[in-house]
């Protein structure tokens, strides 16, 4: 297994930190629903010779975490995209962490049949008992569909082997990121299968948020890698994860617009194979896009095209003159933080 992946940006020269001010749009997206904490997702998109791109790190992350997601911007929007093998991805739909009577209206949401839907699990505040009765209200409503769940690390090694042991009559895909460390990963994989169940355990924070996101594989730690372009700096460095870990992956989304959006369908396009439906369904979770033709699937399947931003929509959208100054230096700050590490 190679151990390394590509520098930031392809290790090409960044466009001028002027030449990204002067191409960027800062926007304000009201959600249809509570997500992982986030109720108004704001979002930065860059114009540039290749297309779009967009740079939308949570507000709470530092310089560091977020200047991975400025390459990977930058890269869609200088760069472009690496070839496509196919023009269809399949998703799941993902049910955030609602009350079980919620879940009719998300699904409903979704245009078409559903296949696959993912379901968040292991929200602070709530029960396993929640978790079960939001999976059976997704079991009763859409029976022929196949489940997975989302942990976000937020189970203790005993709580993550109890839960997905009560969870085994949903014969679940995979369970992911069940607890925060690879090394709990791995052990409630073990422990897993001393019982005798087999659900497959998938990384996520392991991979985008780890320092070297190929230990999870090298460990042995997951079945599945969960791999978001932003996050990890790009397409081309996403490529190279998946390749070099070896193992099955699943692209899901960082909660952008469109533009963010059509960043993980290229690199779901370009993935050699593409074994479960993927996370990209989450426009749908926003009361507003910033393309006039979201790009969203119908029937489970997504069709890649390309998306551009809808000027009209970038003027209601767009965030107060301080926020937009806040937005500015924050761009500013990864990009030296990009420049220093390429140096
Ligand atoms: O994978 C999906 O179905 C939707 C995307 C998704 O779950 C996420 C998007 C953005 C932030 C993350 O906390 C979350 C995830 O944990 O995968
Ligand atoms: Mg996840």
């Known amino acids: 297994m190679k151990t390394s992946i590509p520098p930031f940006f392809d290790g090409q020269q960044l466009p001028s930190l002027q030449e990204v001010l002067e191409n960027v749009r800062i926007c304000s997206i009201p959600m249809n629903v509570k997500f992982r904490g986030v109720q108004v997702r704001e979002t930065a998109l860059f114009h540039g010779p290749a297309g779009w791109g967009e740079f939308a790190p949570f507000l709470e992350y530092s310089v560091e975490e977020s200047a991975a997601w400025l ?43 559903i296949r696959e839907v993912k379901v968040k699990v292991a929200e602070t505040g709530q029960s396993l008992q929640d978790d079960v009765a939001r999976l059976r209200a997704v079991a009763q409503h859409l029976p022929a569909a196949r489940l997975k769940v989302d942990a976000n690390g937020g189970w203790s090694e005993d709580q993550a082997v109890t839960a997905l042991s009560a969870m085994e009559e949903f014969d679940l895909l995979y369970a992911e990121q069940p607890v925060e460390s690879v090394q709990g990963l791995a052990r409630v994989r073990e422990r897993l299968h001393e019982k005798k169940i087999f659900v497959p355990i998938a990384a996520d924070e392991s991979v985008r948020k780890a320092e070297d996101p190929l230990e999870v594989a090298r460990l042995g730690a997951a079945d599945v890698i969960i791999i978001k372009a932003a996050p990890l700096g790009g397409v081309r460095r996403a490529l190279a994860v998946v390749e070099r870990s070896g193992l099955p992956a699943v692209v899901s989304s960082a909660l952008e617009s469109s533009v963010g959006i059509r960043t993980g369908a290229a690199l779901a396009a370009s993935l050699p194979e593409l074994p479960f439906g993927c996370g990209l369904g989450t426009v749908t979770l926003m009361t507003q896009d910033t393309v006039e033709h979201s790009l969203v699937a119908e029937n489970g399947v997504l069709k890649v095209r390309p998306v551009v931003p809808d000027e009209k929509l970038l003027q209601i959208l767009a965030v107060s003159a301080e926020k937009n100054e806040w937005w500015r230096q924050r761009i500013t700050d990864c990009y030296r933080y990009l420049v220093d590490s390429q140096n």
Do not use: H
Request: proline content about 9%.
């Open 71 to 113: 390459a990977s911007a930058v890269e869609s929007a200088w760069l472009g995209f690496p070839e496509a093998v196919r023009t269809e991805i399949p998703l799941n739909s993902t049910v955030p962490a609602v009350e079980a009577a919620q879940v009719p209206d998300i699904l409903g949401r979704y245009k078409g049949e």
